[in-house]
């Protein structure tokens, strides 16, 4: 019966949907999801697809509440389920809003960009991080136009360049420096392990059969180096920060 509620068949059901269409096959198909989360969804902010689609159903006119038919989703789709064509639709699909919404979601994205720049990068002098007001400000001195379609830690990226060809401001990619101690014998097989989850490897050495690393690596990449060497040692090992945000020189990456 909740089913039958959510899914909109009528004008006055549709006050609060947000349409996603996609012209294939010289037809229009449209899906009905919830305002605000097909951004998230396409971010990989929100992960629960029965959080986005307000039915699993595929549409010629959402607002008319007229169903595509299955011959035409067929034959334009190569497959009739229903569910899978509402994946493909939200992907690609032109996400379908009010100026003023669209104004709202642009202002969203901006902040989100600009927070994940303020995250993951400092300031190269003083190794402190910026404020994210400071990155919107430098963001807005760059003219920066965000590109609704596009992922935001990708357009966080074009940021960063932009800011180091542009000198915004001085900016460089932030990264935790680790040391680590493990035994030995472990130490031979976790060693290349942790070479490959590290961004830059300072020491790698072994000293009285006990392997000494230190190393930079991504600060979202610490739990996965911790839980590496914890259940490789079985909690023999050592790990100890030395530094919560160190300047990496090179080309920017951001995972």
Request: with cysteine; charged share 35%.
């Amino acid at each position: 019966m909740s089913r039958q509620v959510k899914q909109p068949t009528g004008q006055k059901r549709l006050t609060n949907v947000a349409i996603v269409r996609l012209k294939k096959g010289g037809k229009r198909f449209e899906i009905a999801s919830y305002p605000n989360k097909v951004v998230s969804w396409r971010n990989k902010v929100e992960t629960d697809i029965d959080e986005v689609l307000q039915t699993h159903t595929v549409f010629t006119n959402v607002s008319k509440g007229e169903v595509a038919k299955a011959g035409d989703l067929k034959k334009v789709f190569d497959t009739d389920n229903q569910s899978e064509i509402c994946l493909v639709i939200l992907a690609k699909g032109e996400l379908q809003v009010s100026e003023k919404e669209r104004h709202a979601q642009l202002e969203s994205m901006f902040r989100d960009i600009a927070t994940i720049v303020a995250d993951k990068c400092v300031n190269p002098d003083t190794r402190r991080p910026y404020t994210v007001t400071m990155i919107e400000k430098a963001m807005k001195d760059l003219h920066f136009s965000v590109k609704p379609t596009r992922n935001t830690k990708q357009q966080a990226l074009d940021v960063i360049k932009q800011f180091k060809e542009k000198e915004v401001i001085q900016i460089q990619r932030a990264y935790m420096r680790l040391k680590l101690r493990i035994p030995g014998k472990e130490g031979r097989k976790l060693q290349p392990k942790v070479r490959k989850v590290a961004t830059k490897v300072e020491r790698d050495e072994f000293e009285d059969d006990e392997l000494e690393m230190v190393i930079l690596i991504d600060p979202g990449a610490f739990r996965e180096v911790e839980e590496l060497v914890r259940e490789g040692t079985k909690g023999r090992a050592q790990i100890e920060v030395l530094s919560l945000k160190d300047v990496e020189e090179g080309d920017e990456v951001l995972e």
